[in-house]
């Protein structure tokens, strides 16, 4: 069972959160200050924190910083009652990996809770399991349809990081930065011939990888 840690001070929304998650089947704490959360964290093994950022005795931002310094992997859910672009790029600065602005929906709350613990899970394993596909880092073997597909380490490296993150648009430089390197050679036109390999290669009744026009490429987990 996943075990999440609840940091809010407002009392109403920190017990319909819990409410709704428990009955998802997650076990959760309540914290209503982030130096209680803190504490909690140190003393229970935590799988994701939802953090308000306002609270008293310690933010959300502090909150999330200490955490990184002992996990850098933990999913983290930032709450904000404002969305600005300040408080965004304050929260991902010190780590969060999601936001959720309040008013906030439950059934909402619940499928981001999921999709950072499943891509936790895949950090945590280096593993990605679809109902036709098993792409597995470590042993750097990708079986699609029952085959396996035998790709270079670059095609490789590209299919994990756009299957891990679906529907997160890519640009061109961010692939080129994060698979060949800040101070590769390489041009935007080696990420588009790589794409063009792995579209080839690699196709899977699972996913997509798109094309989006001007922006980049994102991989579509099909339903």
């Not at 609840?6 to 959160?17: G, N, Q, S, T, V």
């Not at 310094?69 to 930032?78: A, Q, R, S, W, Y």
């Not at 969305?83 to 709350?109: A, C, H, Q, R």
Request: glycine share 4%.
């Amino acid at each position: 069972m996943f075990k999440i840690l609840i940091a809010e001070d407002e009392p109403h929304l920190r017990a319909a959160m819990a409410k709704s998650l428990s009955a998802e089947g997650y076990k959760v704490i309540e914290c209503h200050d982030g130096q209680k959360a803190l504490e909690v964290f140190y003393s229970e093994h935590i799988d994701i924190v939802i953090t308000d950022i306002m609270m008293p005795r310690m933010d959300g931002n502090t909150l999330t910083a200490h955490i990184r310094k002992v996990n850098p992997d933990i999913p983290i859910l930032m709450l904000t009652a404002l969305e600005s672009m300040d408080d965004k790029e304050k929260g991902f600065d010190s780590g969060t990996d999601d936001y959720l602005v309040k008013p906030i929906l439950m059934k909402e709350l619940g499928l981001r809770v999921k999709a950072l613990l499943r891509r936790y899970k895949i950090n945590t394993e280096k593993r990605l399991e679809l109902a036709n596909t098993v792409i597995d880092f470590g042993a750097q073997t990708s079986i699609i349809s029952e085959r396996n597909i035998e790709l270079t380490k670059k095609e490789f490296q590209l299919l994990f990081k756009l299957l891990v993150n679906p529907n997160k648009i890519f640009s061109r430089e961010q692939l080129l930065n994060e698979i060949w390197g800040y101070e590769s050679d390489s041009s935007d036109r080696t990420v588009d011939t790589h794409i063009s390999w792995l579209r080839d290669k690699a196709q899977s009744p699972d996913y997509e990888i798109t094309t989006v026009w001007g922006l980049g490429y994102k991989a579509v987990i099909k339903q």
